[in-house]
């Protein structure tokens, strides 16, 4: 995991790499190439970089949201920015001034739990209960249909246990 310092530089270079990849598909959609070839395109070279980029956008978006909510406790992060974290990791530690953590979280920024990403899902909430993260065990979302599935999914893991899913 990595510290994480500095949010609003963090978010202006995320800015600048999502410009990049934006630009980047821009240069396949004119290029003269089939459609077909331009999808394949796009996927292939843009596809990670956007899901990533998504994700690193949510967790420095969880970070401003726990700090309006929690002003009261100054918090270090540490996080896995681009979802490489290892099993027994989450995706964003918060630890208090003397370096207890007081926040394991967990989060998606895909839209629908459908096929693999439903599977994921299931994989990474079950995380909570076979890592014994520490703190508070929070799960971001970005959709209301995202939520549902995840406390529908939490329910049957241990009736859910002290995981808390929250739409951001």
């Known amino acids: 995991m990595k510290e994480l310092k500095n949010i609003s ?96 979280i967990e989060a998606t920024a895909s839209e629908n739990p459908i096929g693999a990403i439903d599977k994921r899902m299931k994989n990474t909430l079950s995380k909570f209960f076979t890592e014994n993260f520490e703190g508070k065990l929070l799960y971001f979302v970005r959709t209301a249909t995202m939520k549902k599935r995840a406390e529908t999914k939490l329910d049957k893991i241990l009736n859910g246990g002290k995981v808390k899913v929250i739409l951001l």
């Open 9 to 104: 530089e963090k978010r202006n270079d995320l800015d600048d790499k999502i410009s990049d990849t934006l630009s980047n598909v821009s240069e396949i959609i004119s290029s003269r190439i089939s459609n077909l070839e331009k999808l394949k395109k796009i996927r292939k070279e843009a596809y990670e970089d956007i899901n990533q980029h998504q994700h690193e956008f949510l967790l420095l978006d969880i970070v401003k949201y726990i700090a309006q909510e929690h002003q009261n406790i100054e918090i270090t992060w540490e996080w896995n920015p681009h979802q490489t974290g290892g099993k027994n990791e989450p995706d964003l530690i918060g630890k208090n001034k003397n370096g207890n953590v007081v926040f394991s």
